[in-house]
């Protein structure tokens, strides 16, 4: 018997060594084996082409929850923005069957860059009327992670804030986009029509009533956000019948937003009615739009399309 230096137990061989040995060699098998599978998957995963959907993108960038310090701000400028994309979602088919007739007829040649001169406030981005390439953003980034157009901001966190003191929670759920994310998610649609058996002409189309073609997206400009009931954030037409959501369409001209895509101006906007889309046009304009009833396009005389 072969004690050990500190006197307890033994290390006699036997025949349960044995036993312990060849146990051992099977565990030691069986991780090695359960390794190479994970590694293999992994490998698979990494190769696989991107399947997120608008509503699944949207959903990721929804966990990040705005606090009661919402849009608290830091000097960040350089990341991107919310992944969120779903912008100009179409809830029916029929709207969507409206929606991809007018993108047909956008595809017909009458897109023009829409003039960047003037008042940074009134800039008109839709179909007809394209930001220039390489136009460029004054960002600020929120708490939450987004961004939007520096110079909107402190009416933004205004809004916002009076907002909650009225007993509401709302969530900003999309703001700016660079080019590369609308490219991104405008990409990814296609794809996804292409999934689904239309050919790539028809998938562009099918993909624009869903994602606006990059370059007419106003989130490109920093000065469109998208917000939402916290406690409701789904993007469709029952966002309107919230507290939250009332409460903005009510007051957000105070602060220079306007609802950009109403109910009964889906002809000149060409986008079906989002009743969580606002846009920063500044105090003065805000107001003479809500007066007057008119959307951008009629407020600014550009509704030839
Ligand atoms: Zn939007």
């Not at 399947?51 to 960038?61: F, G, N, P």
Request: glycine share 6%; net charge negative; aromatic share 8%.
């Amino acid at each position: 018997m072969l004690y050990r230096s500190d006197g307890r137990g033994y290390s006699e061989p036997n025949r349960n060594n044995r036993a312990v040995i060849i146990i051992a060699i099977i565990v030691g098998l069986a991780v090695l084996a359960g390794v190479a599978a994970l590694v293999i998957k992994g490998y698979r995963n990494k190769n696989r082409v991107p399947e997120e959907s608008a509503e699944e993108i949207s959903e990721i960038s929804s966990e990040t929850e705005i606090t009661e310090e919402s849009q608290a701000v830091t000097s960040e400028t350089e990341e991107e923005s919310s992944e969120e994309s779903s912008e100009e979602e179409s809830e029916e088919e029929s709207e969507e069957e409206e929606s991809s007739e007018e993108s047909e007829e956008e595809s017909e040649g009458e897109v023009v860059t829409t003039d960047v001169d003037g008042d940074w406030r009134l800039i008109l981005v839709n179909p007809w009327n394209k930001l220039p390439d390489g136009y460029e953003v004054p960002v600020i980034k929120l708490s939450n992670g987004l961004y939007v157009d520096e110079r909107a901001y402190p009416d933004l966190q205004q809004f916002m804030d009076d907002c909650r003191a009225a007993g509401h929670s709302p969530y900003i759920c999309s703001a700016y986009r660079t080019w590369d994310t609308q490219v991104y998610l405008y990409n990814n649609q296609v794809q996804q029509w292409i999934g689904y058996g239309y050919d790539e002409d028809e998938a562009k189309v099918k993909a624009a009533t869903v994602v606006a073609i990059p370059g007419t997206s106003e989130h490109q400009l920093g000065l469109a956000l998208d917000i939402v009931d916290t406690n409701e954030r789904q993007l469709n037409s029952t966002q309107a019948n919230n507290a939250t959501q009332q409460w903005m369409m009510e007051n957000c001209w105070k602060y220079g937003f306007i609802l950009r895509f109403p109910e009964d101006k889906e002809d000149i906007t060409g986008i079906i009615y989002e009743p969580w889309h606002y846009r920063y046009v500044g105090k003065e304009a805000a107001k003479e739009i809500m007066e007057q009833g008119v959307c951008l396009e009629e407020y600014l005389g550009k509704t030839d399309h």
